[in-house]
Each structure stands twice: as structure tokens, then as C-alpha cells.
């Protein structure tokens, strides 16, 4: 499988501020997402981030506070605009394997005060 | 859109005795279901998966069931190791080539040695 790493692993921020989380992946991938984990709960789909063209968001998110990037195969960022107490997550890369699987980078664990 | 009830939230065994985790779908359209493995501060963890044309795999101490007709599945795990403590998390695809993943809430499996 593939070698996903995110930066940075953790971050403890100003409420109002702006944190750009980068996903690298070691080989060139046609699928890429970013889900967020709120405290002690399941995962949930933010957005497929594509290559070359605006990111595709599922309901209750969107582009103005979570603007993403995806310059090339193997690197896309997810940016929380804006934040505030509520956006305290775990944000999760991850990348689609070949055989349909889906694998997660280790996670941007985020504290906003 | 899909929903999975996943089932028990918390489950303590005894190392060496066995633990099954269950979890139910409801679009019968989905196809396949992957279980990951989630430790304390990392990313879920891809340890098995199952599509719809099979009923059942196992990888070594580690086994998932399939019942299309009452769509639920199963994982289990026998022989447990303090190790295998973790949250565990089923989850549910539909249609071929996607990778949006619907996910059940967790199992906290606590294995006593």
C-alpha cells in the first residue's frame, strides 16, 4: 500500500486563524479524500480532493472554510479557515488503492483555543 | 444514503478468548466492506475486507462474515493479544471503483490479559 504522510501531526491554534494541513503519498494516486474524526467518534467524509480541478464536498461542508488543493498525483492540502472550538478534529488523508481499498495517512490531530 | 449500525461500542475479552464485532448496512446496493483498525493517535489501519461475491475471509487470527440477505457482517477475531486493543471501525462502498466510505461508530475493544 501506499505511504501516506501528512504534516503537521498535530496543531494547537488561535480560534479565527487559518492551518493548512499537506498530504504527500509516495506514488501518484488518481484518488485522494480528507475526512474528518471529531472526539471519540467515527469518520466522516469531508471531500475528494481532484487533480486539476475544484474539490468535490459532500453536505454540511464547503470550499470557504475548508478550501483544498491538489496540484499533482501524489500532494494535496486541506485548509480550516476561520477556525473555532468546534473544528478540535482529527483531519485523515486517504488515498484509494487498486484494488478499491482505501488507506489513511496517521492524521493532523487539531486543537483550536 | 448508506447508513451502518455497527454493534457492540465497547467490548472487554480475556487474552486468548475470541471477539466479534457486528455491524449492519442498509443499501443494498453496497459491495464492499472493509474493517480498519484504529490505535490510540494513529490512522485507521486497513486489516481486512470482504466484497459482496464472497461470504466469508479469513487472515490468519482474523476473520469477516458476509450476509448479503440480511446485510450485515462480522468481524472476528480469535486468540486475542493485548495488542489487538484498539477501536475498530467497519465500514461500507458502494458501487465499483468508489472509495467514499460510509463508517460504522467504533468498537473500543479492550483485550485483559
Known amino acids: 500500500s501506499a505511504v501516506i504522510s501528512q504534516k503537521p501531526s498535530r496543531d494547537i491554534c488561535q480560534r479565527g486563524t487559518s492551518l493548512t494541513i499537506q498530504c504527500q503519498v509516495d506514488?501518484?494516486?488518481?484518488?485522494m479524500f480528507w475526512y474528518r474524526q471529531q472526539p471519540g467518534q467515527s469518520l466522516t467524509l469531508i471531500a475528494t480532493?481532484?487533480?486539476?480541478?475544484?474539490?468535490?464536498?459532500e453536505s454540511g461542508f464547503v470550499i470557504d472554510k475548508f478550501p483544498i488543493s491538489r496540484p499533482n498525483l501524489t500532494f494535496s492540502t486541506l485548509t480550516v479557515s476561520n477556525m473555532s472550538p468546534e473544528d478540535s478534529s482529527i483531519y485523515l488523508c486517504?488515498?484509494?488503492?487498486?484494488?478499491?481499498?482505501?488507506?489513511f495517512g496517521q492524521g493532523t490531530r487539531l486543537t483550536v483555543v | 444514503g448508506e447508513n451502518v449500525e455497527q454493534h457492540p461500542s465497547t467490548l472487554s475479552v480475556q487474552e486468548g478468548d475470541s471477539a466479534v464485532i457486528k455491524c449492519t448496512y442498509s443499501?443494498?446496493?453496497?459491495?464492499?466492506f472493509p474493517w480498519y483498525k484504529q490505535e490510540l493517535g494513529k490512522g485507521p489501519q486497513l486489516i481486512i475486507d470482504?466484497?459482496?461475491?464472497?461470504g466469508e475471509k479469513k487472515d490468519q487470527r482474523i476473520a469477516v462474515t458476509l450476509n448479503k440477505t440480511a446485510k450485515h457482517f462480522s468481524l472476528h477475531i480469535t486468540e486475542t493479544q493485548p495488542e489487538d486493543s484498539a477501536v475498530y471501525f467497519c465500514a461500507a462502498v458502494k458501487g465499483a471503483g468508489s472509495y467514499q466510505l460510509t463508517f460504522g461508530k467504533g468498537t473500543k475493544l479492550s483485550v485483559i490479559p
Open positions: 486517504s488515498v484509494g488503492g487498486p484494488k478499491g481499498e482505501a488507506f
Open positions: 470482504i466484497r459482496s461475491n464472497v
Open positions: 443499501d443494498s446496493a453496497s459491495n464492499y
Open positions: 506514488s501518484q494516486v488518481t484518488m
Open positions: 480532493a481532484n487533480q486539476g480541478s475544484e474539490a468535490t464536498y
